[in-house]
């Protein structure tokens, strides 16, 4: 080998060794310690009646730890909060179809003022409710439950073992409705129960009228523990130290909406998705 060979050869493996920390340091800290999902919410998981475009998105939303961190089990009674298209249904209702229940706790259209997003509502809840309608395999036990956001009351008081809540705090936020719907956690949840909630993460506090999607941690832990909850773990399986939190359109400007210029698609995607906290919070038993 040259001289010159020689010389790049070494400022390869000096380059490859000075990336291999920074590609590691993209990793959650504590993935390692997360308890693994049992086979049967692996199965779930896996299974193949998930969409593409939402599978895509594991390796952003890790399902398998952030379920398993919250201590999901087959015969609980799970409540989640506004799911959207259904991206956690998916794993959710089967992997709870023998044994447990699942429920999707969706705005109530009817108590929508018209013109405040009645129309979006309702096409949520047929979606979702079509969804189910067509994959009975899969969700034929999922129920779905209306709620009031201004009063919310999301089943009988003390019947659920676990409520969860993905990237919502925000919009109650801005809506002033967060600490009812916290209220409501806590009165659907059985002593002892566990709220899941994983959002994206602001730098600090920011303002109720905030618009960037980004909540302070400290925020959501304050409004669940005035609520009556005691914050039982956090972890970083859902966090992003790419994540400048400084976007033009906010958490939007990242994927999955990727509102930005088509000229900065290469910059956004190799951010990935919002860096989000991932909070375990336990109703004290004997309440």
């Avoid at 969409?51 to 895509?56: E, F, G, K, S, V």
């Avoid at 009351?153 to 990237?167: H, K, M, N, Y």
């Avoid at 949840?189 to 303002?207: C, I, S």
């Avoid at 995607?269 to 919070?281: H, N, P, V, Y």
Wanted: charged letters at 20%.
């Amino acid at each position: 080998m040259t001289r010159t060979s020689l010389s790049r050869a070494c400022l390869l493996a000096i380059s490859l060794a000075l990336a291999a920390p920074l590609a590691q340091a993209a990793e959650p800290a504590d993935s390692a310690a997360l308890p693994a999902p049992d086979a049967a919410l692996q199965a779930s998981i896996d299974g193949g009646w998930r969409a593409p475009a939402n599978t895509a998105r594991d390796r952003y939303r890790h399902p398998g730890q952030t379920l398993a961190f919250f201590g999901i089990g087959p015969g609980q009674t799970v409540v989640e909060i506004t799911p959207g298209g259904g991206w956690y249904a998916e794993i959710l209702a089967p992997y709870l179809q023998a044994k447990g229940r699942y429920v999707a706790a969706v705005v109530d259209p009817a108590a929508v003022a018209e013109g405040g997003g009645r129309d979006y509502q309702q096409r949520s809840r047929d979606g979702l409710e079509k969804k189910f309608a067509d994959a009975p395999a899969q969700f034929g036990k999922a129920a779905v439950v209306g709620y009031d956001p201004a009063a919310p009351v999301l089943g009988p008081a003390g019947s659920a073992d676990l409520v969860l809540t993905f990237r919502n705090v925000h919009n109650w936020r801005g809506a002033g409705q967060a600490e009812g719907m916290f209220e409501g956690f806590y009165r659907v949840l059985k002593p002892g129960g566990v709220l899941g909630v994983v959002e994206h993460r602001a730098r600090a506090d920011v303002p109720a009228d905030d618009k960037s999607g980004y909540v302070g941690q400290a925020q959501v832990i304050a409004l669940a523990q005035a609520a009556g909850f005691e914050l039982a773990g956090s972890s970083e399986v859902n966090a992003n130290p790419r994540d400048t939190k400084d976007h033009p359109n906010g958490v939007w400007t990242l994927p999955p909406s990727n509102n930005h210029p088509e000229s900065e698609r290469a910059k956004y995607q190799a951010i990935g998705e919002s860096d989000r906290m991932t909070l375990r919070f336990v109703k004290p038993a004997g309440k």
